[in-house]
């Protein structure tokens, strides 16, 4: 009998996910392995939702965006029924391992269950780059490039009619994507969830940009950013399976205090899903293809209950149980370069 493998993909999805299902199913067939692509996520475990995965069915998807086995933000771990149901379906399908490729808390899942003695290897994405343990993740590189393309548009718009753009960005409790696009785009003053944001300190700024002869200015600031003493801006109070609350809003709350304080017209950009769709760049191909050989080269060792990561230029694995809960945030020096450029 084959020596089967499952893959799934869990949470927000991203660029860069079908390189990897690709790779996990070229390798493993490679070494004479069999893949099951479990559907949506954990979901797939819960509810027994697989597709075969083979050579045929991955031909073509190393361009496209989004993950051709679906993703849900399902969480077992809520429900004992559905825990045991995973654990059930795992030892059904006759899993020799599982390729876990999720953030956060599908990965914080996987580790659970790796405690529970399945035999798991981790991926790591997001869009969001907050991942610990890993330099890079792969999604975020095409996110970055999405959102400095906007900025430099823009740019010409904001030039045109001398106004300022508000430009907000995804990323969660953390500034990476806002930092790589605003620094790329050459933003005027980038604002993220590792500084407070300092209403009187930005509107000087951009008078002192407008005092220089400028008449335009490009505000970068992401989704999970705060302002002095405040709380994030949500969307709405519902939380899901992993108690997570829709950030968003904060760059129209900017936008009209801008302003307000300066006189000078003011638009804002909610960037939104558009930073999570399209084509991943040839950068997050890569790494998602070399992530998916990792992994199933740590079950051909049978090396379990770790997650492939990224350090320097090396794919290298790390456990499992060190990455939940631990949010990766941007280096002070890195901010400290973008400062230069404010104003
Ligand atoms: O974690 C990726 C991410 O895109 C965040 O940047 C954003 O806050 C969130 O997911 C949006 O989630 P959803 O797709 O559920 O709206």
Known sequence: MAR???????????PGLNPV???VVRKANHEGLEVIGIRYGWKGLVTLDTMPLDA???SGILPKGGTILGTSRTNPFKDEKQLAQVIDNYKKLGLEALIVIGGEDTLG????????????????KTIDNDLSLTDYTFGFDTAVNIAMEAIDRLHTTAESHNRVM??????????WIAVYAGIAGGADVILIPEEEIDLDRVCDLLRKRHSRGKQFSIVVVAEGAKFKKGE?????NKIDEFGHVRLGGVGHILGEKIEEKTGFETRVTVLGHVQRGG???????????RFGFEAVRLILE??????????GNKIVSVPLQQVAGDVKLVDASLYEIAKVFFG
Not at 166 to 175: Q, S, Y
Not at 302 to 311: A, R
Request: aromatic share 4%; hydrophobic share 40%.
């Open 302 to 311: 049978k090396k379990y209950g770790v997650m492939v990561s990224l350090q």
């Open 109 to 124: 899942v996987a580790a659970k269950f790796a405690d529970k003695k399945l035999q798991i290897v981790g991926i790591p």
């Open 279 to 289: 084509s991943p760049t040839a950068f997050d191909r890569v790494l998602g293809t």
């Open 232 to 236: 994030v801006v949500t969307q709405e």
């Open 21 to 23: 299902i690709r790779a």
């Open 56 to 58: 045929q069915s991955v």
């Open 4 to 14: 089967k493998i499952g893959c799934l993909t869990g949470g927000g999805d991203c």
């Open 166 to 175: 508000v430009v907000e960005t995804m990323g969660r409790h953390a500034g």
